[in-house]
Each structure stands twice: as structure tokens, then as C-alpha cells.
């Protein structure tokens, strides 16, 4: 689908920066890392789980467990996807049960994605807790759904669409405002 | 009176290949001269332009199934034959395995006249040989021959004991009667619908050896040398079962073959689950084909007969273990024999001796073009392109396997006893 | 990831698929394995769909492990049982598939006595169709549950010595096996009666893999990494049968015999078994026996078919970004 970048919105220094200062910000309102663990939701919510969780150990010392999650069985919009949808497994090497769990994607839009996450976890048990962590808020939610701790909100149109671009997945690192060319 | 001319005659009887015209007048063939001769004593014939045509003596198919009496959803007399005159055939013999079976003279001369009142060709009915063709006691094959029969059979399977064989073929050969037999053993043949082979086994269908047909030409074989009697071995489609036939030859017996069109041009690895391709004798193997056409050139075959066998579409419409057997073959006959002339494997005459007094000399009969003859021909192109097309055939059925093929040479007019019966 | 195979529009045979569209199927259907570790194992995403079983062949376990697949993943099921369908009334097989069509599933999982029987059905519909088995032809969802049995205990697929015990020539798991297996390398002794083992079996598949046929058991083990046993039918139509006396003294694997193939070879069974006939209790019960395996790797496997053909909307609208348009 043919886009057009309009302007960059994170550089790469500036994702770390965020990253480290969410990953502060979880174990400050948190007051610690005990009984806490991450998921990240796939494809690029899980490097940022990842990185997240490297953080808090520089923080805290402890290593805070990192689960995946693929989404795709619990969509609600399977037509939206790709026509062959690609699955991919789960791994939550975790009891969920009784935990403060905190999902991390990264970007919040309409919050379906997040809606199915949390289909998925509780398909495997009773978590203590759910929070909702992100690298980008976008705006136009469909669903009664907010992140507890964003990078940055952004003002965005329906034809803009936000790139977020991972050196784990892309072999590049940087969030872009794109605009959809018709 | 008709007068053809400036056909290329080729008439396997005189062995003549020369241009002519021929004069026919009534049921009868008047003159055969030179181009040009005949333009006195031909007046004021309907003349037709042969040139660039064979004319041939009329083809007779030795064995087809007309459905009636009692399958008339699948084909009749009339649309059968109909089907018969447009691929060239002059005469043909429909098999005894209607409802009722053709056991008894009724059911011979209801069948007669209802070809002497429908038919496109001439209908020479073939009797069964035993009643009901259940393999247990003779039937009324005298009465059925006084009545109009030209040989016997329980086609659609095959005669049940020796014995019985035995007793059929006595009594035939007092007669004169041909005995033609579908060569199989049942038991081999039991539950199974195509050759075993490669193929079968890949698809998961039962099959059925090769041995399943030469075994029982082998039997029938040697009841004929018992007997004296005349055998004619109906669809022949093996290799082993040629060789039988050759070598039964060579020994004096009496004993001639036919082989089908489709047998002569597919094998089993284009079967697939395609019920249009299913038919008993089932297709063979490569090797089967390619004796079955070596037999065609060196004389071992007699005859090349269509088994035209109609079925109605939501029969065929099933799972291809619980189809029935058969495929229609009047229309596209002749152009897949010309296939086999064209790639120079069968000659031309040979290939017009197997639509004619091949098949004639297995009833007993004479085929040729000269004075005094009956008037059956068959004009034919060996040129003509043309794609059969199923939804286009004069017959009530459309399982064929051949619909969409491009053909080269075509039956272009066809005569019985004097009258142009089809004209492409 | 790389490669996302054309859409599979029906399942009818392994013959013709390619080694990289199987494991494909074997990776979608992990993460179904893993959903059967769920304390709550029903999804929701084939939730609006139905799925048509349609079995015209008796079979308790096949239909069942569909059933519950299509159930799992939030789908509705249809049925239609041999004993009580109308084919017994004399209607015809498209008549009695156009009927169950009618009714509108999203596809239709298919058995059938007759070989060729699934694919004559899915050139007349619309929708997608899955063979659960086509007389002596196919039986592709064991094949890949089998694949995926033997990829998860071994490591992999490719290379495997495979000896196959039993009535070879009517068997589609048997034929849907090597045509798997043999994509990925593996070499076959085939072993059992003499007239239930035809020599066109060495030329059953295109893939140039070694077939070889043995009529004796022990020979056949030797040098097996994966040992896969087959039913057998007391009586088939058409077939003289075999004492089963006799096969017993000559076919059962049992526990000595097994120690001729290599240590720790697998043992598979299709199922049903039939302890005491063509397997040993205890071989059946020992740990290289992975029949329960089986069993689970099957309702994954038939969970990632199902959500392959039918777990899809129509094209990708083109109007939403495929990967940001509901975050």
C-alpha cells in the first residue's frame, strides 16, 4: 500500500529515552517489581516488553518475567487481516493467575487489538491486575480502553497512519506520520 | 438414382484405391467407371460432388447398445442411429442387454420394427445366448435368427461356464451363427471399476488385471476349436489377449476380434476419477495399446466397433466406483481411427477394411462396391477439421470423453440402401 | 515466516501439496497445541461459522475430533450421519452434499467410501472441502497429524526410515503417509501380506524416494526410526480375508519383534487399535508408542485447517492498512 512519509516523530535516541522513562515510571506508581510481569502483545509490542524489562533491571535489579502474546485467534476483525492470516505461537512461561500484568504494544488506536489481548490472557487465567503500556497513543478509540502509561499521545487523522519502525523487526529504528496515498 | 463423382474409391473387397464415380440406383450400386463415364446412363440422377471425399463400402459397427427397448432415457433406435448415420455407419448391431433381453424372436421383431420405422441405419440385432442372459439355459437363438439376428451374446458379461459356452457354440455352428463373447472373469472383475495398475493403486480404486479378459479368451479359445464353431472376441484390450488371438489365427481357428476406438487411443493413467472414462474393458497400459494398434495394422484385429454405450448424465454424475461402465462412441469413431492413419500407424485401406468387410466377414456377410451390391456407403474427408462437441451429439447421452476435441477428417455423407441418410 | 503459500481453497490430498505449504500447516498448527494446554480451551475466532461434517463412512473417533475442533474454535457444526442419511433412501450424493450446502456452511468436512468421492464433490461447490478420508485413497488431516506427532518427538521431518505394517494396498492413511513423509526424504519398507502389498506401491510417489516391499516383519524393522502400524479390517467386500490367526503369527508387533528397529524407533497407530490383534498391549502401552499423541496433535491439527480455510473474512478490505488499521 503506497504511503507517504510526512514527518518523523521519534528518532531512535528518543525511543530509548521513552522506553527508560516508562520503564521509571511503572516501578515508581508501582512502588517495586514484585508479582509484576510484562507481555507483550506481537508483532512489536514484544522487543518493547523486552527493552522495557532490561530497563527495570538496571532500575531494581530484578529480572521482571516477559510473556508473548499473538492475538490473531482472538481478533474480532479477521477480514481486516491479511487474507492468509499467519499464526504464531504464544509464550507466557508464567502462571497469569494473581499477577499485575501489563501489556505492551506499540501503538493504541481503536483498542480491538488490546480488547483481544485480554481475551488471551484470561483464556489462561485470572490475572490480579491488567495495565496497558505504549509507545504511541493515536486517539479514535472504538472501545472503552486506556493506556495507563504512554510514550506519547499524538493528534492523528483517519488517512494518517503511525510507522513505528523496531530494530528487532525492521533493521531500523524510528516512528513516522505517513499518509495514506489513494 | 444417385450418382457420386470423382470420389477417391477405396474398396478393400477388390482392393481398388482409383478415382470413380459410382451410379446407384434404388438399394442397388448400378455402375463403378472412370470419371466422367457415367454421364449418359446416370439422366437426370441427383448428382453429388465426391471429389475430394473417400468413398468407402457402408461401415458396420459390430457392436453398440440402442437402449430400447426399455432404457429410453438414455438413447432410443431412433436417436441411436441417428448418431450411427452422422459417424458413417451404414449398419449396426445392437447388443441383446435391453429390457426385456433380447432372448426370444417377440422381442427380435419388436426391435425390427421399430427400426424399420425409426431407424437412420440398418439394424442387424445381435440375440443373447442364454435366456435373460442369466448363463443358465439356452435361448430361442433359431427362432431369433429366422427372426432377423445376426450372432449371438450375453454382452455386458460374459458367456457364465465352458459348459454353457460349449453347448451355445455347438448349437451356433449348426446354425451358422458367430458366437461373440465379452471376455472376462467375474471373479477377478468383482467390485472393481478400472485396469490394476499404477494407477489404480495411486487413486485408491479397485482394479482389475490384465488377465481378467485374456483368461477368458483363452477359454473361449479353446471351446471354439472344440466346437468348430465361430468366435468373435468382442472389445479385445490387452496385449496377452492379441497374442491369443494371433496365435489362434495362425492355427486355422475361427476365430476374429474387434477393438474400440478409445481402447486404440487412451490408457489408464488418463482415467483419474473422470467417469467418462470409465468403461469395461477398462482402459489398459500403454503396452496394451500399443499391441492392440499393431493388431489393427497386421490383420490379427477383424474389426474396429464402437461399444457405443449411452448413459444418462445423473447416472454418470456419482462417485466414479459407483458409475456405471460405458462411454457413447458412434460420432467421433472414424476420426479417432484417422488419427492413427495420420500418424502413419494403420493405412487408409486397411483402416476402411476394418470399418467394412472386417466386420461384414465376421457375420458371414459380403461388403463391396461394385454392380450389383447393396447400396451402403460411407463418404468420408480425411482432411475435414472439426471439434466434437458432446452438447451437439445426436445421441440422447453426453459421456463421452472427447467433447472439445479437434479432429482432422470427418464422415461427410452417409448412403443406406440408395438414399443419402446424412449429409455434414 | 517468509513464505505465505497461496490460499488453500480445499484439503483433499496430500499428494499435491508442496513440502513448504505441510510445514506451513505444522507451524499454524502449534500454537493450537498449546490452546489445548488452556484451562479455558474455547476460542472465539470462528465464531458466525459453520462447519458442515459430512460423513457418509462410519467412524466415531474422526468425527468427533472435528466436531471438537470446529467447537473449540467457536464454530457451529452441522451434521450429517451415514446411518441416518438419506443416501440410504436412494438420493444421490450431490443431491444429499447440495442439500447440506443449502443450508449455508462455510465448509464441509467430508468421509466417504468412495475414492475420489471429496474432490467429485468440491469441483460442484463453492465452498472450501476437507477429505476426512476417501476409500482406499486419502486420509491428508492424519498424515499431518502424524507428521506433526513425529516432528515433535524426533526434531524433524526429514531422512526418517519409516516401516509400515499391515493391509497396505487399502489404506489412505497409508498412501497419505508416504506422500508426506516422502517429501521430506523419508524411506519406506512396506510390510504385510503378500497380495495386500502390490509392486506399483514402489512407484506410488513421484518424489524418486527408495520403496521398498517385505513380506516379513522382523526384516522390515531393521534400521526403523518410525514404525507405523495400520488397522486391520476383519472383512473387506470383494477379498477373500485372511485368518486373523494367521495374521497375528505373522504381523503383530509386538515387543521382541519391535527390538529389531532402532532404539527408542516410534510407534504410530491411525487408530482405532485393536489390543492383542495387530499390536502388542505393551508395546502399544510403552513409551515409544505415541498414540495419545496422535490423538491430541490431531485437534490441532484440524483446529489450524479449519482456521486456514474458513478463519478469514473475505479479500482484505483496501481501505484499512492490514497492520495498523485496529490497533
Known sequence: MPTLEKSQLMSATEIDRTLQRLAHEIVERRGGTVNLALIGVRRRGVPLAQRIAHAMRAIDGVDVPVGTLDITLYRDDLSMVAPQPVLQSSEIPFTVDDKDLILVDDVLYTGRTIRAAMNGLFDLGRPRRVQLCVLIDRGHRELPIEAAFIGRTVQTSDTEIIEVRLAEVDQEERVMLVDRVS | MLLLRGGRLLDPASRTDATRDILLDGERIAAVEPPGTLNGRAGNAQQVDASGLVVAPGFIDLHCHLREPGGETSETIE?????????????????????????????????????????????????????????????????????????VSDDGKPIATAKLLRQVMDYCRSLGMPVIDHCEDVSLAAGASMREGPSSVRLGVRGMPAATESI???????????????????????????????????????????????????????????????????????????????????????????????????????????????????????????????????????????FTSGPARVLGMRRGVAPGEVADLTLFSTSHAWTYRAADSASKSRNTPFDGRPFRGAPMLTIVAGRLAYRR | MDIVPDRFSDLLAIEPLKAAEIAFLLDQSVPFQEIQRHPLKKLATLRGKTVGLAFFEASTRTRISFGTAASRLGADVMQLQAESSSLKKGESLLDTVRTLDAMKPDCIVMRHASSGAPEFVASRLEIPVINAGDGTHEHPTQALLDALTIRDRLGRLEGWNVTIVGDILHSRVARSDIHLLSKFGCRFTLCGPAMWLPRELENLTTEGVPIRRETNLE?????????????????????????????????????????????????????????????????????????????????????AILFELIGHGSDANPAKDPAHAAS
Not at chain 2, 115 to 141: K, M, N, Y
Not at chain 2, 228 to 238: I, Q, W
Not at chain 3, 255 to 275: D, F, K, Q, T, Y
Request: contains cysteine; proline residues 6%.
Open chain 3, 219 to 303: 526384516e522390515s524393522l531393521s534400521g526403523a526410526d518410525i514404525v507405523i502400524v495400520l488397522r486391520v479390517q476383519q472383512e473387506r467386500l470383494h477379498e477373500p480375508a485372511l485368518p486373523l490367526d494367521e495374521y497375528i503369527l505373522l504381523y503383530q508387533l509386538t515387543a521382541e519383534r519391535l527390538r529389531n528397529a532402532r532404539p527408542g524407533a516410534l510407534v504410530l497407530h491411525p487408530g482405532p487399535m485393536i489390543r492383542g490383534l495387530e499390536i502388542d498391549p505393551v508395546v502399544a502401552d510403552s513409551p515409544q508408542s505415541c498414540v495419545l499423541e496422535q490423538v491430541t496433535n490431531g485437534l490441532a491439527v484440524r483446529m
Open chain 2, 216 to 354: 477368458c479368451v483363452a477359454r473361449d479359445i479353446q471351446v471354439a476349436e472344440l466346437t468348430g464353431c465361430r468366435f468373435h472376441a468382442a472389445h479385445l484390450s490387452t496385449r496377452a489377449s492379441i497374442e491369443l488371438v494371433r496365435a489362434a489365427k495362425r492355427g486355422g481357428l475361427p476365430v476374429s476380434c474387434e477393438v474400440t476406438p478409445h481402447h486404440f487411443t487412451m490408457i489408464d493413467e488418463e482415467v483419474g476419477y473422470d467417469t467418462h472414462r470409465k468403461m469395461n474393458p477398462p482402459l489398459g497400459s500403454r503396452e496394451d495399446l500399443e499391441a492392440l494398434v499393431a493388431g489393427l495394422a497386421d490383420g490379427t484385429v477383424d474389426a474396429i466397433a464402437t461399444d457405443h454405450a449411452p448413459h444418462e448424465r445423473s447416472t454418470k454424475e456419482v462417485e466414479f466406483d459407483r458409475a456405471p461402465f460405458g462411454i457413447t462412441g458412434f460420432e467421433t469413431a472414424l476420426s479417432l481411427a484417422l488419427e492413427l492413419v495420420h500418424a502413419g500407424r494403420l493405412g487408409l485401406m486397411r483402416m476402411v477394411e476394418l
Open chain 2, 79 to 151: 436417436t441411436g442411429t441417428l448418431a450411427a448415420v452422422r459417424g458413417g455407419f451404414t449398419a449396426v448391431c445392437p447388443m441383446p442387454n435391453t429390457r426385456p433381453v433380447n432372448d426370444n424372436a417377440s422381442v427380435t421383431r419388436s426391435i425390427l420394427e421399430r427400426a424399420q420405422a425409426a431407424a437412420h441405419t440398418r439394424v442387424w440385432p445381435i440375440g443373447a445366448a442364454s435366456i435373460g442372459s442369466r448363463g443358465e439355459a439356452l435361448s430361442e437363438i433359431a427362432a431369433m435368427q429366422k427372426a432377423g439376428a445376426v450372432a
